[in-house]
């Protein structure tokens, strides 16, 4: 079964999936969906797409499945239209910023019978499955606390750090952090505080954010847009830690450490290209119905969504009214 599957968006992130998303695996990628049409007939060229279209349902009709790699803003009503038209979706993060559009789209994809997926490819890659599955054999004892830092230089005009309802290091980079946290920890916390550095127009440079849960767990995800650090990962358990260095969103190492230094164990994984392949090998197996793990559930893009519009109404007063 080969699926044709649509691109919305032409950015950066959607420029990397074309060249390394795909390969090898049973899809065609088909076309490609702007609403400006010169940028998808330029994209279309550049990525060797066969149809590139600024017109909705001719792009519906080239497509069983889309890739929405667009502006955040714009996710949610993509998503509607293409459930609404029997189409499979596979949405960038973060996928939504509320949680009850986040319910109402699951629960629509459920009633269609078909697949609504967060593209946060760390939780597809190998090295990331295997962390977990370490986790899950009790090799650190219980885990008490989990730490994930993802951070990165960006130019102060661009639209990360000037888009005033949507920018920021949070909406850019928090996902990551926070998925890691949920993914371990659960999505039952009991407390969630925010720590923030902002620029002049009160967008996010830095962001901690602060998870507390019963029995004494702890969480901490770091994301910063102007502000530069370790992007490393640490479980700390109670009979000793994994360490996964920067990179750890792009899980290719990890270590086992104990309390004996010089006792470590040692894990290396492939890790090809952007990653993005494993996430698309993820969606295309749940299109075709055949069985696998759901390595990211809907409750966990749901609690991300909540976690994301808190934020933000708790970041509103901050930031400087648009002119």
């Known amino acids: 079964m080969n699926i044709r599957l649509g691109i919305i968006g032409t950015g950066r992130i959607a420029e990397r999936f074309a060249q390394d998303g795909w390969q090898g695996l049973p899809v065609t990628l088909s076309s490609v969906y702007n609403p400006r049409l010169a940028s998808a007939q330029t994209y279309a060229a550049q990525c060797n797409l066969p149809f590139g279209t600024n017109q909705w349902s001719a792009f519906l009709a080239q497509i069983d499945a889309a890739y929405i790699a667009s502006p955040t803003a714009s996710h949610g009503a993509y998503i509607r239209r293409l459930l609404e038209n029997g189409k499979h979706v596979l949405c960038e993060k973060p996928m939504v910023l509320n949680k009850k559009e986040a319910e109402t789209l699951f629960t629509l994809a459920h009633k269609k019978r078909l697949v609504l997926m967060e593209a946060v490819k760390t939780a597809y890659c190998p090295g990331f499955q295997a962390l977990l599955k370490t986790v899950k054999e009790g090799r650190i004892g219980e885990v008490r606390d989990v730490e994930a830092c993802f951070t990165k230089l960006a130019m102060p005009n661009s639209r990360e750090l000037t888009d005033r309802n949507y920018g920021g290091s949070m909406t850019e980079l928090g996902t990551y952090g926070c998925y890691a946290v949920l993914k371990i920890l659960g999505c039952n916390f009991k407390k969630l505080l925010f720590a923030v550095q902002r620029n002049t127009d009160g967008i996010d440079l830095f962001t901690k954010i602060f998870f507390e849960y019963g029995q004494g767990q702890t969480g901490l995800a770091k994301a910063g847009l102007g502000v530069k650090s370790e992007g490393e990962l640490i479980l700390s358990g109670t009979k000793g830690y994994i360490l996964v260095q920067a990179p750890w969103w792009l899980t290719q190492h990890f270590e086992v450490r104990y309390e004996d230094p010089t006792q470590r164990d040692f894990y290396d994984y492939p890790f090809v290209g952007n990653g993005?392949?494993?996430?698309l090998e993820h969606f295309l197996k749940k299109i075709q119905g055949i069985p696998t793990k759901e390595q990211m559930t809907p409750q966990e893009s749901i609690t991300l969504?909540?976690?994301m519009e808190y934020f933000l109404?708790?970041?509103?007063?901050?930031?400087?009214?648009?002119p």
């Open 313 to 322: 109404q708790t970041e509103a007063p901050y930031r400087r009214a648009i």
């Open 305 to 307: 969504a909540g976690i």
């Open 276 to 279: 993005l392949q494993y996430e």
